[in-house]
């Protein structure tokens, strides 16, 4: 009884250490179970905003001559179902505090990081050169495919009626069109996709009153570029909160690992 106060006293400090131990890796677990469930969204944002670009907006890529866009639009989407797993994984690992779980969690987390830095470069080096290019090419794919292959003309035809326009540079273009130049039985002056009034026939007058006379390589240009900005900033963005991810997922395997090696 004599020595009792101080064993209670020596042991207070032990008790305090152990608590506080306990306390930050609570933390910790708080931490990544709210980063990783963040993370998760951002996944399921990631996966939505690539089939929405692949479905809604990618419809004309097939004239844009580079395979640049696609491949950024499906690694983005590889990447969204990546994080939605890497997520899972995150929050299994916290909740059981597996060690191996939570390394393998880190280690995705930095793959996922390189990922949107590849996805998000590759979008804005493809954003700088995009206006060079389809001056190159669109005009190119409208002379030799219009009429000729089916998925081409259906996407021509749908960007002159969408973005009110004719041609890659302006009308004229269609007067050099295989198209025009080997089809002996029409009439027409260019697509009927080109007229402000759609109708089978339209074109057959190229007078301004009927037809678009601004070319299509400007707008298809513009909207293009929205889209790689959309994946260049998402892709880039994400690299900056996977960081703080990485870190606290560590500091946890560390404070689990100090726990084993004590016991």
């Avoid at 990922?115 to 190119?140: H, T």
């Avoid at 007229?195 to 007058?205: E, I, P, Q």
Wanted: hydrophobic share 40%.
């Amino acid at each position: 009884s004599i020595h009792s106060p101080f064993i209670m006293m020596n042991g207070q400090p032990r008790n305090r250490r152990k608590n506080q131990e306990l306390c930050g890796k609570n933390f910790l677990k708080f931490v990544v179970y709210v980063f990783t469930f963040i993370f998760w969204l951002t996944g399921c944002a990631f996966l939505a905003i690539g089939v929405w670009i692949l479905f809604v907006k990618h419809s004309f890529a097939s004239l844009l001559g580079n395979s640049t866009f696609p491949i950024a639009t499906y690694l983005m989407i590889g990447i969204g179902g990546f994080i939605i797993v890497t997520g899972i994984m995150g929050c299994a690992g916290a909740r059981v505090e597996n060690r191996c779980l939570l390394v393998l969690y880190s280690v995705f987390l930095l793959l996922i990081f390189l990922l949107e830095a590849i996805s998000g470069v590759l979008a804005y080096m493809y954003e700088g050169i995009i206006r060079e290019e389809l001056s190159r090419s669109l005009n190119d794919t409208m002379m030799k495919n219009y009429n000729y292959d089916a998925h081409l003309t259906t996407a021509i035809d749908d960007m002159q009626q969408r973005f009110l326009c004719c041609g890659a540079v302006s009308f004229k273009d269609w007067q050099k069109s295989q198209w025009l130049r080997e089809d002996r039985n029409t009439t027409n002056k260019a697509p009927d996709s080109c007229c402000m009034s759609y109708s089978h026939g339209c074109a057959v007058s190229d007078h301004p009153s009927n037809i678009y006379y601004r070319g299509c390589s400007p707008r298809l240009a513009q909207y293009t570029k929205e889209s790689l900005m959309i994946i260049g900033g998402v892709g880039l963005g994400l690299c900056c909160v996977q960081i703080f991810g990485v870190i606290f997922s560590c500091c946890l395997v560390r404070k689990i690992k100090d726990k084993v090696y004590k016991y």
